[in-house]
């Protein structure tokens, strides 16, 4: 939190990390952590620097950028907390597991509302300081209800967690927020796609219950996987004990997505996640 | 092993687990472990005793089912290894595995044979004291392979383990061993079903690669899933190092379903198992 | 919760499972599960029954019971909630992961009442409508404040969890609530007992941070283990951050060892636990 | 296997990274992988570089390290394999775990030649092309058969892993073989430090089973930690199924220790290891 974050990609050539980190060099800042990866299929070139942060520093890198308009970049500087927004139902578990995370330091984020169907958790999420808003949402009032979500996020919002938000929002929408989205799915992602993935894995018989947290894209539970783990369970397990075994993996997994992205560790290949500095 | 095992399933009643182990306390005999499991959807009861062996206890045993027909047992007796079959093709990872557990003591088994449809591994399988059978196998010559595996099992395996073997056996030779036929799959089922699980992972992104070991059914790793685990991959891992992750999480499922089902703990209910006393 | 449970353990003598067993048979009740553990070091003998509740058996078991002075058993009727309280420092994860899974239904008991040493939870607990006690300790007013607790728990809980209660509770208070004072040690037991366990864990470089779960005795962190669980770290991880990981630990082995208790399924041995129908 | 890898550490101070990374790029290579870390207690910088090979390059860096003789380094070309010799006694599976897994290439070294105690795995090893030494052992001929073995080794060993060789070298022995003796200790250290961890961690009734690979010093069992991994246990296993599940765990983690410094990843810092490009 107290130093610059760097986050480029671009197509690999020779020199890319000699420039960047003579960059930092060349203003006196010293390296926290680098890290990088070169994809051999595409020849994308990905990079993160954690670096003690400086003006003269962030000034050039600002310029190198411009000299080079095919590279991508984000330049993070310290203690800036990124404006989180929960979009949630009737299941609390993810949303209090993220607010109980934040409110110990451990994401670095404000947690700048709660949007819900519902009106279920008003009084749990304002105890803790945070404003909620219950914005009803069905099929048929989707358009309005997207547009009144977007006018509460307007500026208020870097990115947006569905802490097991349960209905599907439209692809103008997602859109809107390209990968600034992120949801948890349920199961050990790509097995049991869609709707009631606790009941598929009992029918199945699986040994192990797994969650999938992923940017949102507009297939449904399609977009870049950025974290996933399981628990395991047996033949004795009832449909109903599987869905709290899931709760527990849930919240495990779309934490550390959540705090990843927070730090800005995640980058986007293709479908794919690039998760440096882990 | 220095005990008799009794397994039984029935539809549901009550007074069975008190009839069962009081035939083997009038026999005297002191029970081991007892493991048993309700099911409460379809009212099945499954139930697994381990205990001291006795002929009087035995005979008593065989009686009692004689006088229930409607109930399936099987009567285990102390010290009787049974007889495996390993079927594998090029790769040998998960054959290996097998050979050094059986070895070591850790699975109560004798391996009468491994049939390959190479014979690239006829050195190391004989080099352990194992008989090794070289059936060349294809969609052609299938009927007949079958027919010269059949006469080699005869008598002289009571299941058998596909080791990545990466050829598809008839319905009727599935049949002729009802899941006595133990398959490893190389995804977390039922995801990546079919062929070239590892690339479809490396596509999708996933970050932990798993195993399933199971049944074999008619239908494609479709059959009642034994043991799963996962290990986890990140970005960096190339297709080929996804492969060797996966050998070691085949290596480590494969071992367990052998081990439970060599000691008489796995019991099919449907198309799911249950897995006893572990 | 619907269900009867039977704990109960003795010398080993052959019969007991079906006469026990058969004691819910003739009342006419089905057992829905039976767990039970025969120490061959000791000859003790355990077992724990769940099954359908009816007066008549209960009548039963407690008329056998007597008859057999020598034997260890415990009968819990279904539908009653043990009343729990927790007692916290300044640290309040782990008595919110409590807290959160008491209130979601995944553990079965009433929390009674949360002490704490330090007023600052007082909120944060009453929020939740659980009752909150300041009771200042310390070594100097350690038998006036542990007699002001026993005053409070008096008749209010049936077992206590020390939810990183940062005391060192006396001989006396121990004995009072024996086997029924659960604690959670920060580290893998034995590894780095007593204090600043995460600060050994960082000078000693290990690769995997530990918590577990035990009854407290008189000896320091050296009571019955009930549970114990690690998570990865790497030489990246600064003290605060073992610290971060370890909450996460310490919540998921807390949680595990008093859904177990709570649930009658951890019976002590010797130094050691009995975990049965898990 | 076909890049170079750059191992350096030295007091940290701006812009290391930069020049290493220069001196790579002003040769026209490209940089495969960067992973570096910065110890904020000591102040010391540790990097590691794989990069696409040249001569050019490879002289570069010579020459940047020879003016700067304060800082550590090594270069290490590619396709080279280290030579590696095992250390065993009566228990075979962790060097079976290595022989396999570097005979499906799955870690680049040579085993040049098994050392034993006793002749007992001699045809075993054999049989894999690989040459075997039986050196008697024991405190009265210690210091004769450490000089046998260092004839031995002398010039066909890099490194040397101690595979469950129960015999304690001399301090001179490790310190000629200073950081380049690998030994698997059978328990998650510090817990159970010594002989019989097993039989001390089955009386202490442990919930989880660990192993711990480390450099050998000559503190026993005191050395910098590479790796540790544990497996979940419960009061249904022996001791002897103790030791089952250890030489599981054993394996994997040996077999990761022994892959990371075959590939040059583990730098030491005092008593601890960083594990760099994993």
Chains 1, 2, 3, 4 share one sequence.
């Not at 990124?82 to 299941?91: D, E, G, R």
């Not at 799915?185 to 097995?191: E, R, T």
């Amino acid at each position: 939190m107290n130093n610059s974050v760097l986050i480029a990609h671009t197509k690999d050539r020779v020199g890319v990390t000699s420039e960047l980190t003579s960059l930092i060099a060349d203003g006196g800042c010293n390296i926290e952590h680098l890290d990088h990866f070169l994809d051999h299929e595409s020849y994308q070139f990905f990079i993160r620097i954690v670096f003690d942060p400086s003006n003269e520093v962030h000034d050039a890198i600002h310029r190198y950028f411009n000299a080079h308009p095919d590279m991508h970049y984000e330049l993070h500087l310290p203690n800036q907390r990124q404006k989180m927004a929960i979009f949630v139902s009737k299941m609390d578990h993810a949303m209090m597991e993220l607010i109980l995370r934040v409110r110990a330091g451990e994401i670095p984020v404000e947690i700048s509302m709660v949007i819900s169907n519902h009106d279920t958790h008003r009084d749990l999420v304002e105890q803790f300081g945070i404003r909620f808003h219950h914005v009803p949402f069905n099929k048929e009032i989707k358009a309005r209800a997207e547009q009144q979500m977007i006018d509460l996020l307007d500026g208020q919002a870097d990115f947006i967690v569905l802490a097991r938000y349960m209905q599907i929002l439209s692809p103008e929408f997602i859109e809107r927020y390209k990968f600034k989205i992120i949801n948890i799915h349920h199961s050990f992602l790509p097995a049991f796609i869609g709707a009631k993935p606790y009941a598929q894995a009992y029918d199945r018989g699986v040994k192990l219950i797994g969650a999938t947290a992923h940017y949102v894209t507009s297939e449904l539970d399609g977009g870049p996987i950025i974290q996933q783990d399981v628990l395991r369970v047996n033949h004795r397990y009832t449909k109903d004990e599987l869905v709290v075994v899931g709760r527990h993996v849930e919240n495990r997994v779309l934490a550390d997505a959540v705090m990843w992205h927070a730090n800005h560790k995640v980058l986007v290949h293709g479908n794919k996640t690039i998760v440096l500095g882990v």
